[in-house]
C-alpha cells in the first residue's frame, strides 16, 4: 500500500504521561502535515514540513508539542506531560507543493489519543 | 479566526435524490478544497477548485466557486447510500488548508 500510514492507530495513556506518534507519508511528496480533530469538528492544522523544514507551526501547537522530520521522510509527533484536552484524532496529511501554493492532500486513517 | 463554515450542518435525504453544501471562507484564497470523511477515518480529497475558476465537475460532483461572496458549493447527483458522510471544505491562501466544521451527509436508501 503506498498511501499515507500512522502509527498507533490507537493511544491511551494517562494524563502527564508523554506520547509520541509517527507518520509515514507517501513517498514521493514534499510536504507533510499534521492536523488535529476533536468530536463534531474540522481538522485543525497543527505544522508541517516541506523536506526536513518544518515551515509553519499553529498557535495551537503549545511548547508540549514537537514534530520532526529528520530526513524529510517520516515524521514524529510528541505530546509531553499530556492533558485530558490532547484527547482528539490526529490526522498526517502529504502532497506535492512549493511556494504558497497548496494541492490536494492525501490523508492516513489518523491516531485516535486518549488522555485519561 | 480564519475557520470557514459549513452550510447545513447535517443533511438527511433519500437515495437518488441530489444534495447540496454550502461553504463560506474568510481570506482570500489561491484554492478551495472538498474532502470526505467516513466516521473514524481520514480525509479523502474529493475536488479542487482554484480561485480563477467559477465550475469544476467531477464524475457525480459539481463545485462552485464565488470569489466575490467567499463561497463555494458541491453538489452531489443521484446520491447513493454509500456518500454518507462528512464533507469539508478547506480553503488554501497564504496558509494551509483551513476547515469548517463540516457538513453531515445521511443518505437513506
Known amino acids: 500500500d503506498t498511501g499515507v500510514s500512522q502509527d498507533p492507530r490507537h493511544k491511551i495513556t494517562k494524563r502527564g504521561q508523554n506520547v509520541t506518534f509517527r507518520c509515514d507519508p507517501i513517498s514521493e511528496h514534499n510536504r507533510l502535515y499534521w492536523y488535529r480533530q476533536t468530536l463534531g469538528q474540522g481538522p485543525e492544522f497543527l505544522t508541517y514540513f516541506q523536506n526536513e523544514a518544518q515551515l509553519e507551526k499553529s498557535r495551537l501547537l503549545s511548547d508540549r508539542f514537537s514534530a520532526e522530520r529528520p530526513k524529510g521522510s517520516f515524521s514524529t509527533l510528541e505530546i509531553q506531560r499530556t492533558e485530558q484536552g490532547d484527547s482528539a484524532m490526529y490526522l498526517c496529511a502529504s502532497s506535492f507543493g512549493g511556494g504558497r501554493s497548496y494541492n490536494e492532500q492525501f490523508f492516513g486513517p489518523g491516531t485516535r489519543l486518549t488522555v485519561l | 479566526s480564519q475557520q470557514g463554515e459549513e452550510d447545513p450542518q447535517a443533511l438527511s435525504i433519500q437515495e437518488g435524490e441530489n444534495a447540496t453544501m454550502n461553504c463560506s471562507y474568510k481570506?482570500?484564497?489561491?484554492?478551495l478544497q472538498w474532502y470526505r470523511q467516513n466516521s473514524g477515518r481520514g480525509l479523502v480529497h474529493l475536488i479542487l477548485?482554484?480561485?480563477?475558476?467559477r465550475e469544476k465537475h467531477s464524475g457525480r460532483l459539481r463545485v462552485t466557486l464565488d470569489t466575490s461572496k467567499k463561497s463555494s458549493s458541491l453538489l452531489i447527483t443521484a446520491s447513493r447510500a454509500a456518500d454518507t458522510a462528512s464533507y469539508f471544505c478547506?480553503?488554501?491562501?497564504?496558509?494551509?488548508?483551513?476547515f469548517g466544521k463540516g457538513t453531515r451527509l445521511s443518505v437513506i436508501a
Open positions: 478547506g480553503n488554501s491562501g497564504n496558509t494551509p488548508l483551513v
Open positions: 481570506t482570500s484564497i489561491n484554492n
Open positions: 477548485i482554484r480561485s480563477n475558476e
